[in-house]
């Protein structure tokens, strides 16, 4: 592809670019671009909003440029302090790497292993001496980190904001130095630490990387940024019809945007979707399963995908049970519902049990259940459904 075709291809859905003239040059230059995305594995599951920035790496990897994935597993015990309006607990070293085993397993699901560099920072940034890491931090000043959002914010409010988190974005940096990045790529919550590592290669004699960010998504919510922390992620080992279930659940006004950024549905098939539900000449929900459906299929292959979207429909739509309800034995004639949530791990405790339970979404043998302190009576096989998805089929020992 010739390299104005290719500036844009690869600026397509981006939203920060420093800058499209550079990435123009370096690739008539320089031909085979070092493309790097840093990931800390700071938690052991990977979500949809992981994978936008992986799809972006990929269509790189695809046009024959070389890709670099950076497990920071030195940084994460840092904690990337990026839209954060606390300190990060710091990590283990064991829970680190328990992260960064899975976390490979999952990038790949969307990379070609064949084509990715894998390389640790702890590699360079682990042999640092105290004199090495004073003079990285002597190339970069205070009241330029504190020009930073999240840590104006902070000392503005008085809030903490310790030593290690002004040394996370030169360490993220001085990873682009090591390996001698053309471009970086990250989440639009990572524009300042991409800028600074422009800044950090330039004092160490390096061209200054180009920056690319790309959009934050949505949870299942519509309204906060899709994380683990707040519940509304969908994370690559969903199984499918929990992924297909929850891609269901997405607000509307998300679908166009999910369709962009997720699937390699064509931009004209997307803009024809838009109209229509723009117009209201199509059922937002039609739209929506074929969103659900290419997601799924991406992570799980046709047959699983349309297996799920089977499997949705009867239950859903025509309200039939699933065809494989998990066979809950108990040793009891009867047991106290709010516990039996807890036992089951459908509510973390007994308060989100009791919760749930308030707010309708617990039901009996398809009646629902409001009271807290109910019990379940097991002189029968029963059926409890919690939530959209969670079916279970109790019997007594």
Same mark, same amino acid.
């Not at 700071?42 to 990929?58: C, E, T, Y």
């Not at 993220?172 to 970086?184: H, K, L, R, T």
């Given at each position: 592809?010739?390299?104005?075709?290719?500036?844009?291809?690869?600026?397509?859905?981006?939203?920060?670019?420093?800058?499209?003239?550079?990435?123009?040059?370096?690739?008539?230059?320089?031909?085979?671009?070092?493309?790097?995305?840093?990931?800390?594995?700071?938690?052991?599951?990977?979500?949809?909003?992981?994978?936008?920035?992986?799809?972006?790496?990929?269509?790189?990897?695809?046009?024959?440029?070389?890709?670099?994935?950076?497990?920071?597993?030195?940084?994460?015990?840092?904690?990337?302090?990026?839209?954060?309006?606390?300190?990060?607990?710091?990590?283990?070293?064991?829970?680190?790497?328990?992260?960064?085993?899975?976390?490979?397993?999952?990038?790949?699901?969307?990379?070609?292993?064949?084509?990715?560099?894998?390389?640790?920072?702890?590699?360079?940034?682990?042999?640092?001496?105290?004199?090495?890491?004073?003079?990285?931090?002597?190339?970069?000043?205070?009241?330029?980190?504190?020009?930073?959002?999240?840590?104006?914010?902070?000392?503005?409010?008085?809030?903490?904001?310790?030593?290690?988190?002004?040394?996370?974005?030169?360490?993220?940096?001085?990873?682009?130095?090591?390996?001698?990045?053309?471009?970086?790529?990250?989440?639009?919550?990572?524009?300042?630490?991409?800028?600074?590592?422009?800044?950090?290669?330039?004092?160490?004699?390096?061209?200054?990387?180009?920056?690319?960010?790309?959009?934050?998504?949505?949870?299942?919510?519509?309204?906060?940024?899709?994380?683990?922390?707040?519940?509304?992620?969908?994370?690559?080992?969903?199984?499918?019809?929990?992924?297909?279930?929850?891609?269901?659940?997405?607000?509307?006004?998300?679908?166009?945007?999910?369709?962009?950024?997720?699937?390699?549905?064509?931009?004209? =098939?997307?803009?024809?979707? %838009?109209? @229509?539900? +723009?117009?209201?000449?199509?059922?937002? /929900?039609?739209?929506?399963? *074929? !969103?659900?459906?290419?997601?799924?299929?991406?992570?799980?292959?046709?047959?699983?995908?349309?297996?799920?979207?089977?499997?949705?429909?009867?239950?859903?739509?025509?309200?039939?049970?699933?065809?494989?309800?998990?066979?809950?034995?108990?040793?009891?004639? =009867?047991?106290?519902?709010? %516990?039996? @949530?807890? +036992?089951?791990?459908?509510?973390?405790? /007994?308060?989100?049990?009791? *919760? !749930?339970?308030?707010?309708?979404?617990?039901?009996?043998?398809?009646?629902?259940?409001?009271?807290?302190?109910?019990?379940?009576?097991?002189?029968?096989?029963?059926?409890?459904?919690?939530?959209?998805?969670?079916?279970?089929?109790?019997?007594?020992?």
């Amino acid at each position: 592809m010739q390299p104005e075709k290719q500036v844009e291809y690869l600026t397509r859905n981006v939203v920060d670019l420093v800058s499209r003239e550079e990435l123009l040059e370096r690739i008539r230059t320089k031909g085979q671009l070092r493309v790097k995305l840093g990931v800390d594995p700071s938690r052991p599951d990977l979500h949809l909003g992981h994978a936008v920035v992986l799809f972006k790496l990929r269509e790189f990897q695809d046009l024959g440029h070389h890709v670099i994935l950076i497990i920071g597993d030195f940084t994460a015990m840092i904690g990337d302090p990026s839209g954060r309006n606390t300190t990060r607990p710091m990590l283990s070293e064991e829970e680190v790497k328990e992260n960064a085993k899975t976390y490979q397993e999952q990038a790949f699901k969307i990379l070609d292993p064949e084509k990715t560099e894998v390389r640790f920072n702890s590699e360079w940034l682990g042999k640092m001496t105290f004199a090495d890491v004073i003079k990285l931090a002597a190339k970069y000043t205070v009241a330029r980190m504190l020009e930073r959002d999240d840590f104006a914010k902070r000392y503005a409010s008085n809030e903490p904001i310790s030593i290690s988190e002004f040394l996370y974005p030169l360490a993220q940096a001085y990873d682009s130095v090591a390996i001698q990045a053309d471009v970086e790529l990250g989440g639009t919550d990572q524009y300042f630490n991409l800028l600074v590592g422009r800044k950090i290669q330039e004092e160490f004699g390096q061209k200054p990387q180009i920056v690319m960010t790309m959009p934050i998504i949505e949870g299942t919510d519509g309204k906060l940024k899709m994380s683990k922390s707040y519940g509304n992620y969908i994370a690559f080992n969903d199984p499918p019809l929990e992924m297909y279930g929850k891609l269901m659940s997405i607000p509307d006004e998300l679908i166009i945007k999910y369709m962009r950024l997720l699937t390699k549905i064509p931009d004209e =098939e997307i803009d024809r979707y %838009e109209a @229509l539900m +723009n117009s209201k000449s199509i059922n937002p /929900r039609d739209v929506k399963m *074929r !969103l659900a459906f290419e997601i799924t299929k991406f992570f799980h292959g046709e047959e699983e995908a349309k297996s799920a979207e089977e499997e949705f429909i009867r239950i859903f739509r025509e309200k039939e049970l699933p065809t494989d309800i998990p066979v809950v034995t108990l040793d009891k004639d =009867e047991v106290e519902l709010v %516990e039996l @949530l807890v +036992n089951l791990n459908v509510a973390s405790s /007994r308060s989100e049990a009791r *919760r !749930l339970i308030t707010q309708g979404g617990v039901r009996l043998d398809d009646e629902k259940i409001l009271d807290i302190h109910a019990k379940i009576i097991l002189d029968r096989e029963r059926i409890l459904k919690v939530g959209k998805r969670n079916f279970f089929k109790l019997k007594r020992s």
